[in-house]
């Protein structure tokens, strides 16, 4: 008798608590799915979003503002790789938002909006790669035996303005380089010795980097420089003074967080 009682009492104890095996497909599913996810939540630390410079109404004022310039799909998308966000042609909270910080970097009312001054800054920005007007585009892959090293004037060697990749220089290209070192030295003069931090590049860096297909890096006319002790502010000033008195050649030059671009273009950009 108390055989039996046991062996109901096993089964009955069965009915009550199935086993993993008993349970239904379905509900292991989402067991193991959610187990994952809390796993996941609390390994991986969620990456912090970058604070807007625009309330929201802002936001759609800006919107409704820029879309009412009526813009090209071609312009727009121009400006937005220039404030550095998907370039889809169209206006969105993002796009304006990315304006916004654009115009913050660069000392311009913060509105989000692509009014004048926006708009110079901007453009300014866009062509700053275009070509020397009747120039043709250099070909430097052309050149079968390029220059590795030397001298360029009395403080600047190739070396230091050589393209990140290591490739080396092209022979058509060590005239204009030459000529953007003697322009270096009149502002070296002024200011002491300067790091270059880009100079030449080669097509294949000016790709990786996504510069533009006509950049005058490209081209072995532009150097993206600093200056121990001075801001970029303070550096382009003195780039500027130096060309206005005649001492520098006229060309572009680019105003960056933490450098100044400058190039021999042969008429003035500014950015």
Same mark, same amino acid.
């Given at each position: 008798?108390?055989? *039996?009682d046991t062996v109901a009492a096993a089964t009955a104890n069965s009915a009550a608590?199935?086993?993993a095996t *008993?349970?239904?497909p379905a509900s292991l599913r989402v067991a193991t799915h959610s187990e994952g996810t809390a796993a996941l939540s609390a390994a991986v630390p969620r990456p912090r979003a970058r604070p807007n410079l625009l309330t929201g109404a802002q936001e759609q004022t800006a919107?409704?503002?820029n879309r009412g310039k009526r813009f090209s799909r071609e312009t727009i998308r121009g400006y937005q790789n220039v404030v550095r966000t998907p370039d889809d042609g169209d206006f969105g909270p993002n796009t304006v938002e990315a304006i916004a910080r654009f115009q913050s970097q660069n000392g311009l009312e913060v509105d989000g909006k692509i009014g004048p001054a926006t708009k110079r800054t901007l453009d300014a920005q866009v062509h700053h790669d275009a070509p020397?007007?009747?120039q043709p585009e250099p070909e430097p892959d052309a050149d079968p035996q390029p220059v590795r090293d030397g001298g360029l004037t009395a403080h600047f060697a190739l070396n230091e303005f050589r393209s990140k990749d290591g490739a080396g220089f092209p022979r058509s290209v060590i005239p204009v380089l030459r000529?953007?070192?003697e322009n270096l030295e009149v502002l070296r003069a002024e200011v002491g010795p300067i790091g270059i931090t880009s100079g030449y590049r080669s097509p294949a860096h000016n790709r990786a980097v996504g510069g533009a297909k006509n950049s005058y890096h490209v081209r072995g006319m532009a150097a993206d420089i600093t200056v121990a002790g001075m801001t970029p502010r303070q550096v382009?000033?003195?780039v500027l003074s130096l060309i206005a008195s005649g001492r520098m050649k006229q060309g572009g030059i680019g105003l960056y967080s933490t450098f100044v671009h400058y190039d021999t273009r042969g008429y003035a950009a500014r950015w």
């Open positions: 008798m108390l055989q *039996n608590a199935p086993s *008993n349970a239904s919107i409704r503002y020397t007007p009747n000529e953007l070192a382009r000033a003195k």
